[in-house]
């Protein structure tokens, strides 16, 4: 057997594979003692698989790890035989009359096409791939597509950022929207950077991703990117935000403030959530339906001129605040000179006596530190005790109801525009892209607890 009818088996699976003469790509019958199941024999493509499974992709879409010590007999029933056809293609034609939405590919499932033949799962990288694997898109727009990166969204630096945004800017110029299609484990940290670093947008910029593969029959993928590519298109708004499942059915899309969105869940499809504020809006039956106040987002105006604003230092930590923490992890920021720290501190804002002294060496070195709080809901409040109110006469910044990692987001944003401690210190406090609130919602952590 060679190295490509076993892709990624070694050791015992690849054995047991070439003693029932199987190859990757063939149908199966494998019996356990528990059950027998049938499907598709897919490529290990984990890094660092391990030997002792084989991975079957069965009729249903899923696909199954099977120990081999568990497989009784394991059966060849046809030779490369798919599961279920290829998805036709379609001809890449413009419509008049319909708008130009522009998606930018970072990396992701949200549209990837998957080879029933093998179980790879392929990024759709061009206009047409798009419109093959979610056509419904071609009744709705005509596409610009472009691919920027291939990354897991683990491995998305604020540099890519700062390319990003560039590229946003150049397609808003010649499209009625853009649709951003990335991962989903690091979107919010995205969504706040492009809220920072494109300012006075004329049109919505929408990111959007899934929360499970285009080949589950449970995925996301497809009702995501076209309520994004509606909202792109036909949203009265010129805001960055986050097109992602309100409910964990297929009711509708919540549209989030690119500042105010958190993923709250691993795994469910309604996995973000807006904090401390009103969600924007959803895409329901095809609409596009506002729900905050209008005095709360900017509307579209084609002739409004953005201002690209797209710096960012990557020398900003998020320290957590944990009982027992001491000063040397602080210490070890500033002597690896670090430019500015963000501690999510406990309840309204607070961080242990013992690392006071650190703080006082970040002040003396023009270091800014921020406060943020761990608690999802509700806003940093440093003057009500006493450890809040030496942490503020130490210089620490309060981030009012900000989210952890928009402060995180922003105060690298600032830091690529200004060094100076008064102005970075005004910067932080004054409300740029919706992050900051005038007052927190009270009512929103009672709607969660009641859920």
């Given at each position: 057997m060679s190295d490509h009818d076993s892709e990624g088996y070694l050791g015992v699976a690849r054995?047991?594979?070439?003693?029932?003469?199987?190859?990757?790509?063939?149908?199966?019958?494998?019996?356990?003692?528990?059950?027998?199941?049938e499907g598709i024999i897919i490529p290990r493509a984990e890094?660092?698989?391990?030997?002792?499974?084989?991975?079957?992709k069965l009729d249903n879409?899923?696909?199954?790890?099977?120990?081999?010590?568990?497989?009784k007999r394991l059966e060849r029933i046809a030779e490369g035989a798919p599961v279920k056809p290829e998805l036709p293609t379609t001809s890449l034609k413009t419509k008049s009359g319909l708008p130009w939405v522009s998606i930018l590919s970072t990396g992701g499932t949200i549209a990837s096409r998957v080879d029933y033949h093998t179980g790879a799962v392929n990024p759709a990288l061009s206009a047409k791939d798009l419109y093959t694997v979610v056509p419904e898109l071609g009744d709705l727009v005509n596409i610009r597509a472009e691919v920027l990166f291939s990354l897991l969204s683990e491995d998305i630096q604020p540099s890519h950022w700062s390319e990003l945004a560039k590229r946003v800017a150049k397609h808003l110029s010649?499209?009625?929207?853009?649709?951003?299609?990335?991962?989903?484990?690091?979107?919010?940290?995205?969504s706040a950077a492009l809220s920072f670093a494109l300012q006075d947008l004329p049109r919505p910029v929408v990111l959007t991703g899934a929360q499970r593969s285009s080949d589950r029959p449970s995925s996301d993928a497809a009702l995501?990117?076209?309520?994004?590519?509606?909202?792109?298109?036909?949203?009265?708004?010129?805001?960055?935000?986050?097109?992602?499942?309100?409910?964990?059915?297929?009711?509708?899309?919540a549209l989030h403030k690119g500042t105010k969105v958190r993923k709250c869940h691993t795994s469910r499809r309604d996995a973000f959530q807006t904090v401390n504020a009103d969600l924007l809006g959803e895409v329901k039956n095809g609409q596009v339906h506002m729900l905050a106040e209008p005095s709360s987002y900017h509307s579209r105006d084609s002739?409004?001129?953005?201002?690209?604003?797209?710096?960012?230092?990557?020398?900003?930590?998020?320290?957590?605040?944990?009982p027992g923490i001491i000063g040397d992890l602080l210490d070890s920021l500033i002597d690896r000179s670090y430019h500015g720290i963000v501690i999510e501190g406990t309840g309204l804002g607070h961080a242990p006596q013992s690392l006071l002294p650190s703080v006082e060496r970040a002040q003396e070195e023009d270091i800014p530190i921020v406060m943020t709080s761990q608690c999802i809901w509700g806003r940093?409040?440093?003057?009500?005790?006493?450890?809040?109110?030496?942490l503020v006469q130490r210089g620490v910044i309060p981030a009012e109801d900000m989210l952890s990692e928009t402060a995180f987001v922003k105060l690298m944003w600032v830091l690529g525009q200004t060094r100076n401690s008064d102005d970075i210190r005004s910067y932080m406090l004054k409300n740029i892209a919706g992050e900051i609130t005038d007052s927190t919602r009270r009512s929103q952590f009672q709607e969660k607890v009641s859920e």
């Open positions: 054995k047991s594979m070439e003693k029932a003469g199987v190859k990757v790509g063939d149908r199966v019958r494998i019996e356990t003692s528990q059950s027998t199941f890094i660092g698989s391990d030997d002792q499974h084989l991975v079957v879409g899923y696909n199954l790890g099977i120990r081999v010590s568990h497989i010649e499209s009625e929207g853009v649709v951003i299609a990335h991962g989903t484990d690091t979107l919010g940290y995205t995501n990117l076209t309520a994004a590519v509606t909202a792109a298109s036909r949203g009265p708004f010129a805001e960055v935000v986050v097109a992602m499942h309100r409910t964990p059915d297929d009711t509708s899309i002739k409004r001129e953005l201002r690209l604003q797209p710096k960012f230092d990557p020398k900003v930590a998020l320290l957590k605040s944990t940093v409040q440093m003057r009500v005790y006493r450890t809040g109110v030496e």
